[in-house]
């Protein structure tokens, strides 16, 4: 069937909302087959295949069984580049990181093998009956909990995403744009569904002395990676994870419990935790002394903002997710805020010029990964496609000319600009 001609697109959908080829949110939903053309299906004339016995030119999956079941799922074979990305510190084995494949992946749930890791020495190995976790400092009854006691209070589960604050980095650094896919760029970002027991749950039954207003959250890892964090925080949605989607936390996402900590930056999510102390005021370890400060202008250095910025980035058509031909293409992408839902996602085709808005997938989680599509008809020109996300608290992405103003060249932490893409006339995407 030969694809639809303009008109017909005019119709079926109405004319495009945003410059060089958008079209409205809605048009997935009322283009019907018109879609289906235009994506290359081929329609058979005067053939029943529900008619057709089995027989020789039936696919080869249909004439043998299949193979038996497994113990543990995994991927099928051809999704064998669906994989972790990796930077590695070679001079300190252990420490890097790996990255999510989000051009590569749908929805808005890391799958438990993909979601990324940050390590700074390496994943310990921990026995779950010897474990304890420690609570102490400005509190009555400094206690100690093992697993078992822990697996006895009562859980919850909550959506939300888990963001490094070195992700993106580059893009804002880099003195030329970075030839890298999304993965290479925005990949130290995650969101999964956790499971475990509100901490407020244990400091309460610490009980909690009138000068404490922080805690202290260590890592039983070989870094004893520590951050402070706010007691009001602590005592508000942070949760003891025990869980990650249904199955017990994975050593490389702080086996056998971790801390979530939502819309923080990612290394207060402490993992392999250990230890709370309640303090009266910021431990200023090295992990935020040192590291995770943003640099200002003006040569000081900024502690202790860590909620993420409002942030999106468009996953497909990206870097290395090229276009094959003009026609129609879905543009896809995710956005989350540190600060609640996200409200609004807009996308541009002409380099910020004009702007429609995306369908936002639901359910809309407040700190968590919110999927947004968009209908485009590229006319097979140059383009430059781009995303700016706004929240519930009226925060608006910025761009990356706009972020750079704030900070002292070479920061790179929480940056949260927006990505854009261009679209050569061969289709080729490359960063810009």
């Known amino acids: 069937m030969p694809p639809p001609k303009e008109t017909e697109f005019t119709e079926a959908l109405g004319e495009p909302v945003a410059g060089n080829g958008l079209l409205h949110r809605r048009a997935f ?11 290359g299906a081929v329609s058979v004339a005067g053939v029943s295949i529900a008619a057709n016995p089995i027989g020789i030119d039936a696919p080869p999956s249909m004439l043998a069984p299949g193979r038996p079941f497994s113990p543990y799922g995994s991927p099928a074979a051809t999704e064998a580049a669906v994989i972790r990305s990796f930077t590695l510190n070679e001079r300190a084995p252990g420490t890097g990181s790996s990255r999510t494949p989000h051009h590569l992946l749908n929805g808005t749930i ?67 744009p970075p030839r890298n896919t999304v993965q290479g760029i925005h990949g130290l970002l995650s969101c999964s569904e956790w499971t475990g027991i509100r901490l407020a749950v244990l400091l309460d039954e610490a009980g909690i002395q009138p000068d404490a207003n922080w805690i202290l959250a260590e890592g ?48 207060l999510n402490v993992k392999w935790l250990r230890r709370i102390e309640l303090t009266n005021g910021p431990t200023h370890t090295k ?32 870097y290395g997710v090229n276009l094959s031909g003009p026609g129609l293409y879905e543009i896809s992408g995710l956005a989350w805020s540190g600060y609640g839902r996200i409200t609004r996602v807009e996308v541009s085709a002409d380099n910020g010029a004009s ?9 809309i989680v407040p700190k968590a990964l919110t999927r947004f599509r968009l209908p485009w008809e590229w006319s097979g020109q140059e383009a430059v496609v781009m995303s700016r ?29 927006i990505q854009n893409w261009a679209v050569s006339a061969t289709g080729e995407v490359t960063n810009v």
């Open 389 to 417: 996300a706004t929240d519930e608290r009226g925060n608006v992405q910025p761009t990356r000319d706009v972020w750079r103003t704030d900070f002292a060249p070479g920061q790179g932490y929480m940056y949260n600009g």
């Open 355 to 363: 702007w429609a808005d995306a369908a936002l997938g639901e359910p």
């Open 287 to 318: 992990d935020e002394t040192s590291k995770y400060s943003e640099l200002m202008p003006d040569g000081t250095a900024r502690q202790f903002w860590l909620e993420h910025g409002v942030k999106s980035f468009i996953a497909r058509p990206s």
């Open 220 to 267: 039983a890892d070989a870094a004893a990676m520590s951050r402070s964090i706010p007691l009001e925080k602590a005592m508000d949605d942070t949760l003891l994870a025990l869980y990650q989607n249904g199955e017990a936390i994975r050593p490389e996402q702080g086996y056998p419990m971790r801390l979530l900590v939502p819309g923080f930056q990612g290394n």
């Open 29 to 39: 939903l009322r283009g019907g087959v018109l879609f289906a053309g235009a994506a």
């Open 110 to 176: 890391t799958p438990n093998g993909l979601h990324f890791e940050r390590h700074h020495n390496g994943v310990p190995t921990i026995d779950p009956a010897e474990h304890r976790l420690y609570i102490h400092g400005l509190v009555d009854r400094p206690l100690v909990f093992s697993m078992d006691a822990l697996m006895r209070y009562p859980m919850e589960s909550m959506i939300r995403f888990v963001e490094c604050a070195g992700n993106s980095g580059a893009a804002a650094t880099a003195l030329n």
